[in-house]
């Protein structure tokens, strides 16, 4: 039974959190435009539903974040290995990674706008900056840490350096990179939204530049919601991919 009760617990916290919600717009009395009330933003919802408005920029959004994702997580795990090792090739390279973390995102999104033109290419760029690093450290770490027995006794079983990747590296490190994974799944929406916040005609951060300009306080929580749920639904893809690759740690 407790078990069960566990599992409705993030239900029963949203349910409380609408019920707090509601009650400090009822007791404060605060204008609509400056907090709506569950039912207001309910009713927006729906309103942008039918009109398809927001499954379209809901999708320009998603598209960016996969694209994104796939572009900094694909490069962030080719390097962290890289540099995984090779000391030599990581004291290079560290000054540069470590200088790109010390700069926002935010502070250069910009530039690469001006740069890379006022279309998607921009918004994957950005996204993919602000996942590169999370997942290039725990690459980095869950590649280290793989136990050195372990490669003595794939040596002493004359595996070649492609078995010893694929064999030991790879699934030794599998927990610390689904780790970082997580995290950079996450990041990938700020990075889509930052981009858009910056110049976008398009997206879920164009509805929010949208709903701010207009006062429309309703669209832009629309807008948030559909960015906490792709946050969500990315995170919750990533656990499915742990129980499906970690099932051995179980055993």
């Given at each position: 039974m407790k078990i069960s009760f566990s599992r409705w617990l993030g239900l029963f916290s949203i349910i409380i959190g609408i019920l707090g919600w509601?009650?400090?717009v009822r007791?404060?009395?605060l204008p609509r435009f400056i907090l709506?009330?569950?039912?207001?933003?309910?009713t927006r919802l729906l309103r942008s539903l039918a009109d398809?408005?927001?499954?379209?920029?809901t999708s320009v959004t998603l598209l960016e974040i996969t694209l994104g994702l796939l572009v900094g997580v694909t490069l962030a795990t080719v390097l962290g290995?890289?540099?995984a090792k090779s000391h030599s090739l990581e004291k290079i390279l560290s000054p540069y990674l470590v200088a790109s973390q010390a700069v926002p995102v935010v502070a250069i999104a910009p530039l690469l706008v001006i740069w890379l033109g006022h279309g998607i290419i921009s918004k994957v760029v950005i996204c993919a900056l602000i996942v590169f690093f999370p997942v290039l450290v725990n690459t980095v770490v869950g590649v280290r840490a793989v136990p050195p027995a372990l490669y003595d006794m794939m040596n002493s079983l004359r595996a070649s350096r492609w078995q010893v990747m694929t064999k030991l590296e790879v699934p030794a490190s599998m927990p610390v990179l689904l780790a970082g994974l997580r995290i950079g799944a996450t990041l990938s929406v700020i990075g889509a939204i930052v981009g858009e916040l910056v110049d976008a005609k398009e997206g879920l951060g164009y509805l929010l530049k949208v709903g701010d300009f207009q006062y429309d306080t309703s669209m832009v929580f629309v807008a948030v919601i559909m960015l906490v749920a792709l946050?969500?639904?990315l995170y919750g893809i990533v656990?499915?991919?742990e129980k499906?690759?970690?099932?051995w740690q179980n055993k």
């Open positions: 509601g009650l400090i007791l404060s009395g709506p009330s569950p039912l207001d933003v309910w398809g408005s927001l499954l379209y920029h290995y890289m540099l946050a969500l639904s656990t499915l991919l499906r690759f970690l099932k």
